[in-house]
Structure formats: structure tokens, C-alpha cells
């Protein structure tokens, strides 16, 4: 997002919003705003949050240019003194997030914006746009990479993604998800995240036949000698050119890195068996057999169950477009607001749709874990001003089922809350890990899940539970505002 | 694009491809590739072509800066020789495309490049991900505008968008479908579109109490008086308090502008007959009620056959990511290669897949209209020499369904090429129209079809052929090949 001007990258109504404020005066009155999701993507049972560093550098860089100013006034909409307002706009407040890689619930606040009303409002949008872009590429990397069962997963959509910054941030989500590399060499360079690729078809198709294409390749890249064997038949020529040539580099001693086969079309299950066997006949038995073709995490793990023989996933088009869910429902709702003497009023929105009620107050996220598997037992949602005492019992249920309790000994847990300040008084108190050290954060993440959270079909359900105090302001409000 | 340095913006294997190419020396060997897609995305009968523009602007801007130079030096990749003939790229071919808004259909090349490969090949990717994009939007946006009936329907989705430019992009490509409007400001700035809203659930819960706040949006923004109505109670609070300020409005004189409501919870089909009915009955038949909710086509569709009383539609996130089909398959292939005496030869891929065999050679579409109803009759992918003559009768049979011959008599027909020169010797020498006029252009096209091809499921389908020529080259070419 740096040197990127995207004060405007937001809906028309946050402006008409401010606008309101600003004229009502109340403008500088302090708000909370939660950004939080409802359910995850795809199924699974966590999502992986990213995208921090992004959000981070935009709220650093919001401010309205000269052009922004000029087609805001030409839309005739906004009043003189508004228009003044937004000319010194910066944002002053006060963000906590959860840091990136992080494994989170439906419902927990993975950012909480503590702003004057006007500023807060104006974040809503883009901060939307970017937390839930990443997050969704980055748990459906977490779902790819765990169907392949620790076989490398290379990112390779970008032709495929909604833009150019889908492919580029989406590859670095992808990267924090777990994959070891991507194709797109804009996200390498961003993020200093390993890049991978050998040639396409073009490359074969333009020498007068495959046997000159890959000998060609084999001569140039000795190194990471991975011929693609089906621009004609794979297993009529493609392979058996393969083969060939790496007779032809070995004979020349010149087989001393890696070298394969990638198969990007047909049966991937019976081509990979049936190329094993081809070169393990001649001799190259370890040689990579890679695979690329419209690949997901449940092609992945039919493939593993059916004992194809690959052991290098390239996934494309669904991973960077989260083909079966492509939008993370994130959500950015008002949770608290100043009244006259300083004091945070809880605030609420019901709906006609149970799932949309918000939970009110100033909140932070606590994260249980059991002390002898280091584990996830439970999160639980509270207040602010809320403690856990590790030495004292704890009773947990799940919000979703208040009679499904679970009752940790003294001793036998501990805590660590997941809310970390990121920004405080408009000034950046937080400094954004390497992409390369989020994804081995997100690794260790993942760890504190059993399998059974991990797995990609009805997986078990981490629960995730409201303080009693929380709890019942909730009720209250609610109970007062139904009377509205 | 302007003014973003995206020349990484590219698979890792285009740039070792092109060094293949750079060391064999064969690099300025000129070629031919066609970009174009297979399949209609969401299940459509066609789609709607988009991105020319974005497309443009990458092609003009293509260089490597000192910092990209720098990056593929650090890869430890590329020759010394490569990277200065990097330092000095710039396209230098001729593009082909067919215009923005166009309606358009699988197999015909959207795009023909022709240049020396080493700069054919770094096109590739970045073309793919703008092309495949912003068609996939547009294409998704028609279906909306379709299911919507002539009723406005407005873009809404950026928060959901896959990062920063799918929303932006993506609203510019909705507005080419059909859309009326967008909610994201940038999108309105950068391709004067109109830009729309009003406020959301934050505006209601920051007052202590609906009413009050509904009286102050009327209060500021009289001319565009739309209520959201859900925040609490939609029928027994939302909607009564709405009637009770639109009341005020008129006794004050102020009932000038556009005034309503938005639904954007609950059962959208009920609630807005009841709000109609409470509407009418204070006498505000006439209100806009707009609605909101996880829309899409197929649901807009069920909301009208139910009798909703919905005359504006705002749709998100299902537009915006293409929710059902998230990518368009579109591809880039090679389709012919000058030889040394500087003649093109036409090159086919194979594949075990057969809806992944090429077309070869150089190529041109010709659309075939129905000189009464001015209707598409069908499409023709001839060889770039083919003409047709209209004062001769002609045959046109569908490539899926050779059986199925169509014979169009003398006089009866009129024929357009789709293809038109964007660059020429590296120059461009096409405009891109405003995006308001692509969208009318792309009304128009939708206009040449019947309505049973904009049929949102299973489509009547327009037949496209390739001519006899294209045909004969294709079977010879898999003949020579099948034995290689």
C-alpha cells in the first residue's frame, strides 16, 4: 500500500456519514468500532488473520490529496467546512489487532479502533477490504497445505486472481498460510518470499519438437531441471522425452540439483503412477513429480488417498480466488461510544437475523491453553477491564451451546490474550514481522490445534465463549433495546 | 495502472523462459498469441470482454526500474547478458483486441499478440490477470442487471473484494455490465462513474435513539433521503420512524428529492411488502425501497418472481467476487511462429484434455448478424487472409455440433470484425472509450442477443465456427502431431 493513495478506497456513505458528524459538531466523539467475522470460510474450523502489515501502512498514509479534495467538491455533495476538515485529516487514535498468523474464531474483535467517530468511520471500508482479503487466501492456503501432508505447495494464480493486488497480496497470504513459495515475482520482491517457476508450453511449442525444448531447458537450468511433459502426450513423449534427457544429463554428469516432471492436465492420479514406474525403471526414482491443474485442498486430498505419486503441489486459480467461498464475511460494527463526561456507553445492533446481533463494550480476546499438550482449550471474549487469575478455576461453555461446559483446574491452563496495541494516539507503536517469520508464527499457530480443528471437512470446534459479565450486558441491552 | 510499476507483476517462469529464449538467441524470433477463454463463467451464454484499458496502461508503462533489476540480480537466476537486455525492455508489437463491453464468447482470441517472443512471453501473465478479471466482473454484473428487470443496481461491494484493486477494478467492471453506480469513491474519481450511499447501522446506533437520527440524515441530506431501516426493529421500529420523518420532510416542505428506505436484513420478500403497504398507507407510494442483503442474480430473480417491493437493488459481495464462478479461465496460447524466412507457422497444443487443443495460425473473428433483427447469428474464427463475402450465401455450422448447419442466404446477413489494432509497432493507436460510454456500448451488444440467450440459466447458445480454412489446419496439424 505504500506511496498508494487510497484515502477515497472507501464507500461513499462513510463520507456522507462523516459529513453528519461534522455538522452535528459531535464529530470528535470517541468511538469503538470492532472488526470482526462470523464463520469461517470453507467449512474449516479457524481462519488465519493477515493482512495487518497492509492495514498498517494504509491508516499510515490516509490522508486526502489535492485530486481527492478537487473530485470530492466536484461531486457537489459536501458541505465548505467539511471539505476544510478533510484538507488536515490524519488519523489520531488508538488500533489493536491481533497480529498476523494468528489462528481466530468467529466473533473475536481481530481489530479494535478506539478513534474519534469521524476517523474510526472513515477506516471501516478499506480495512474491511484488506483484513478480509488476506485472511480468506491465507486459511484457504492453511487448508491446501494441510491436505498435502508436508509436500511443498507452490502458490502459482496470479493470471487467475481478481486484479493485480489479489494475486500479489494474495500470494503473500498465501505464503503466511503455509505455501513455500509463489510464481509471481512482484510478491517475492514486496515480501522477500522465495519465487518458483520453470517454463510453460510456449517453451515447448517453440523448438521444432520437445526432445530440442527440454534439452534446451536441461542445458540452461541444470539446477531446477522440471520439464512440463504434456504440451503433447505425456506419457508417449512427454515423459519418455524427459527421461532422456536426464539419461543424457547424467551421462554428462550434470544431474546434481533438483530435477522432475510437472503434469498440468489428465488424470493427475494415473499420469503420476504411471510416470513413477517410467522412471523409476530408468533409474530416477527420486526425481520431483510435480502437478498444477486446477487443484484444491479436497483434489489434494483425494490424490494423497488414491497414492498418486506426487510430491509437489502447485495450486493456482482456487487458492488465490478461494474458489468455493471467495469473500471472508468480515464485518467493522460500533461497539462502545463516549458520552459527555468520558465514559464508554456499550452499544449494540440487533437485526432480524440472530447470527448479525454484535456484542457490545470495550472487548479483548483471551486465548486458554492446556498446560500439558499446549493446546487450545477455548477463547474467551470479554471485557476490557476483565481478568484471568491462572491460580483460580475457570469455567468455559460454548456461547453457541451454553450447556456444554468445560471446567479447568487451577494450574492446569494458562492464558495469553491476543489483542496487542498497534497504533496508540495516531502514532505506530508496532513494528510488522517479516512475512517469512509470520508464516513459521503461523506453523507454531497451528500446532496449539489438534487434527481433528485441522481437518478439512466437520471439523472439531474450538469453543468460544462470552464472560459472564459480557454475557449479561449483552442480555441488557439487548432487553432495552427491544423496547425501542 | 498508471503510474504503478508492474513489471514483476509476472510468473517467476516467463522471465527464466524468456532468458531461454535470450541464450539460444532465437529471442527475437516473432510469434503470435491469442488470449482467450473456453468456458462462459456462472454458466452464461456469453460473456462481456473488460480490462482493455488496465490493459493498455501496463503495456505503455512495461520497464524494468533499478529496484526490479536489482531483485533478479539478488535471485542468483538470470545472466549478466539478460539483465541488461532487461534494463532496456519495451514492447515493441502489435496488439490486437476486441473492444471493451463487447459481448463475446469461448475460443475466440480477446486479444492477439504478435512480437518477438522474449516480449510476448513477460506479457502473459499480467494480461491474463487483468483480462480475466475484469471480464469475470462485467460478465457477473450483466446477469445482476439482467435479474434486476430495468431496476437500477448498484455496486456495493469493496469490503468484500479481493484487496484494494478487485474492488476498484471490479467496481469499474460492474459499472460496464450494467451497474448503475458504486458505492467506492476511488473507483467514481479514477473512471468518473457515479458514486452512491448513504449510511449505515454505525449512523443510527451513534444517536441515542433511531428517530433522532433518521431526523438528522433528513435534516442534511433532504435531496437523497434514503433510511436505513433495520437496525433495531425493521417493521415496528425502522419503518414507522422512517414514514414519521418523511412526514416532517413534507410538512416542511422538504419532500423534494429522492426519499426510501434500505432493507438490508431479514426476509427481504416480506418485510418489503409490509413496508410498501405502511408506505402507501401514510401516503409515500412513490418511496425508493432499495435493498441489500447477500444479493445475487439467482436470489434477485427469486425476489421478483415472489412479488418483492424492491425497485433498487445494492449488491456485494456475490458481485464483487463473482461468488458462484470467482475466475474466467482465460488463457494465452501460442498460436504461430515466424520461421527464418520470415514466414508465420501456425503451432497447436495438444493436450489430454480436448477442450485444451489450440486453434492455430493467426486469426480473426467474424460476427455474423441477422440483417432484419439485427441479432447475432453467429460467430466465425477464420484464418487473418479469410473474407467473407455478403453477397454470397454463406454456411455456418457449430464447432461443438458440426451437425447442426445454419445456411444464411444473400443479403440476409452483415458481418463485423471484432478484433481492432490497439498497439503498432510497440505505439498505441487505439483510445479507450470513457467507461460510461463502454457501458452503453456494452448495452448495445446486449441488445444483438435474444433474451433467450441472456436467459440467466442453461442459455440458448450463439453457434461459433471456425471456417473451413481454420478447420482444415487444426485436423492437419493434430494429425502431423499425433505422431510426434
Known sequence: MKGRNLALLTDLYELTMMQGYFTTGAYNKKVVFDLFYRKNPSGNGYAIVAGLAQAIEYVQGLHFTKDDINYLVSLNMFTEGFIEFLKDFRFTGEIYAIPEGTVVFPYEPLMRVTAPIIEAQL???????????????????????????????????????????????????????????????????????????????????????????????????????????????????????????????????????????????????????????????????????????????NLIASLKSQGAKINLWGVGTKLITSDDCPAFGGVYKLAAEEDDNGNFIPKIKLSNNPEKVTNPGIKKVFRIYDKKTKKIKADLIALKEETIDENQGLTICDNNAKWRKMHLSPGTYYVKELLVPIFVDGELVYQSPKTMDIQAFCSKEKNSLWGEHLRLKNPHIVPVDLSEKLSQLKNRLIDEMSFH
Chains 1, 2 share one sequence.
Open 123 to 297: 477506516l471501516e471500508t478499506a480495512l474491511l477490504n484488506i483484513i478480509n482479503h488476506q485472511s480468506l487466501i491465507a486459511t484457504k492456503a492453511s487448508r491446501v497445505v494441510w491436505a498435502a501432508e508436508g509436500d511443498p505447495v507452490m502458490e502459482f494464480g496470479l493470471r487467475r486472481a481478481q486484479g493485480p493486488d489479489a494475486g500479489t497480496l494474495g500470494a503473500r497470504a498465501a505464503v503466511i498460510g503455509g505455501c513455500c513459495g509463489t510464481s509471481n515475482v512482484l510478491t517475492g520482491k514486496l515480501f522477500d518470499v522465495p519465487v518458483k517457476g520453470t517454463h510453460a508450453h510456449s517453451w515447448v511449442m517453440s523448438f521444432p519438437n520437445e526432445i530440442t525444448a527440454f534439452r534446451e531447458y536441461a542445458r540452461q537450468f541444470p539446477d531446477n531441471c522440471l520439464l512440463l511433459v504434456d504440451t503433447y502426450n505425456t506419457l508417449e513423449s512427454g515423459v519418455p522425452n524427459a527421461i532422456k534427457v536426464f539419461q543424457e544429463m547424467k551421462a554428462a554428469g550434470k544431474l546434481t540439483g533438483k530435477y522432475g516432471i510437472r503434469l498440468d492436465s489428465g488424470d493427475l492420479a494415473y499420469l503420476s503412477k504411471c510416470a513413477k514406474i517410467m522412471m523409476e525403471e530408468a533409474g530416477f526414482g527420486n526425481a520431483i513429480i510435480s502437478a498444477s491443474s486446477d487443484l484444491d485442498e
